[in-house]
């Protein structure tokens, strides 16, 4: 998921989300309505390698990804979280993001 661009801490910045596949157990795409994934620590979300890019990618904190609908060869997800900005600094820094996005899927 690829965000406009934007100001971000001074910089003009084009972020994006890259999150890696969710395990389902479901045959048919309409069967994940009103399913939610989540991760709950930056280590999770490490391990899975979802990221967020903003300078470089760092792992998200925390979020809640749910599937609200599925259309034809669209889906329309809900994502609200936290994510790591500078995993650099002492303690590291984040921000909360929210999306309520529309996306195709294969």
């Known amino acids: 998921m690829r965000f406009k661009e934007a100001i971000f801490d001074g910089e003009e910045v084009s ?3 890259c999150m890696n596949q969710h395990e389902t157990h479901k045959s048919e795409i309409s069967e994940i309505v009103g399913d939610t994934y989540s991760v709950d620590s930056p280590e999770e979300a490490d391990e899975r390698e979802d990221t967020l890019y903003i300078y470089e990618h760092e792992p ?9 609908d599925v259309s034809g060869k669209m889906m329309h997800i809900r994502i609200d979280g936290t994510a790591i900005t500078d995993g650099y600094s002492e303690p590291y820094q984040t921000a909360d993001f929210s999306g309520d996005f529309m996306l195709r899927y294969k």
Request: proline share 8%; hydrophobic share 50%.
């Open 15 to 17: 972020p994006y989300i």
């Open 60 to 68: 998200f904190e925390k979020y809640v990804f749910k599937i609200l």
